[in-house]
């Protein structure tokens, strides 16, 4: 009766972690974060299976079940620390909070030499009985270093909570808030677990917020595949489409939009190849990303090398000084970056007060935009085209 009890709980979960894994695999990309997602559904699923056929044994009289549940408390033991390291990596790699140089290799090491002397005293445990041991009849008691594998869960946890509130801490940008607030929500779900598991000793405990965890961020990586630009992390057109239909209807009037376009892009692509044009992208958007991108600023990469900023400018000046701002990052980065190329943009902006319509405020930025691009090539002596 237990086994039935234990499958009809966990059943449901591992079928849909299952699913999340095969359709999350088929997408991946091969990107740190996204192949680390991949193995932490992968030891859920494992943690929940041996999960089930633990509690499902707990009790059953024979020596093949004591040996059974020896193995299935030990796959549950290391999976269970697997996920936590794995989770303080995940957090890192998705939010790229490396600085320092080899702060990377050094974390590695650090998770790696932790993982090992657990994994020593969890397979030695049925010798040493210092995680757990199995009665006479079949029953699990709690040994003297129990308490440890769940302290180190939830400090590796709890790291990866401080490390995503920090990083949010830091963010400009109000989409980049948001994800550093939901990782950290999801870690403080999964110590929720934790406490449950340890305080009650009840399995499911913890597997249930695991894989709503996995569930809720798997939910929100498909919807940011909705609306982002894959290859600089900014918004699509069809979210910006949304968003200025939006800002129409809830703003006053004091807003207003740049059109950016790369100088050059085509020169790029062609003396350097389109990988490096597609850096030149990324690094436009990481640009627009440091000085633009505000509580109050709505960032997309609009098209080609063209990138569209709404923002709450209230008059020409205020305008005026963010397109500074852009051209100061602009030449800090030409000076400092140690690249093959240099970066240089023609802007156009337009307030919402000279249009008072969407398609309107969107072609005066543009039109303006061109124009910015039209007097730099012709300043340079360049054919206009």
Known sequence: MNMLVSISINL???LMLLIIYANNHRKTAGTADKLLF???TLLAIGAMVSGTAGKGLLGVPGAAVKAGLWISYMVYASMMTGIAALWLLYICFRLQVWGAAGEESRTLRFLGVLQLLMTLLIVTTPWTHLLLFVTED????????????????????????????????KENSRER???????SGCGFLLLAGMLIQYCFDVWWGGSSCLSLTLLFIYLNTQNRQITTD????????RE???????????NAGNWGMFMLDVDDFKGINDNLGHVVGDEALWETADIL??????????????GGDEFAVIGAW????????????????????????????????????ALWEETGEPDRLVALADERMYAAKTAKKRAAGQHIG
């Open 314 to 349: 209230k008059d020409e000046a205020e305008a005026k000084q963010a397109l500074r701002l852009v051209e100061q990052e602009v030449d800090r980065f030409n000076r400092t970056a140690e690249k093959k190329y240099r970066l240089s943009f023609s802007i156009g902006y």
């Open 289 to 302: 990303r440091r000085v633009l991108g505000r509580e109050r600023t709505f960032l997309a990469r609009y």
């Open 138 to 169: 079949n029953i699990c008691r709690h040994g003297g270093l129990y308490g440890l594998l769940y302290l180190e869960c939830t400090l590796l946890i709890l790291a990866g909570a401080v490390i995503s509130i920090r990083k949010g801490r």
């Open 240 to 250: 910006f489409d949304k968003q200025i239909l939006k800002w129409a209807k809830q």
């Open 177 to 183: 808030k948001w994800e550093c607030l939901y990782l």
């Open 12 to 14: 449901f979960p591992i």
């Open 38 to 40: 991949d193995v932490l």
């Open 230 to 237: 894959g290859l600089t992390g900014l918004n699509n057109r």
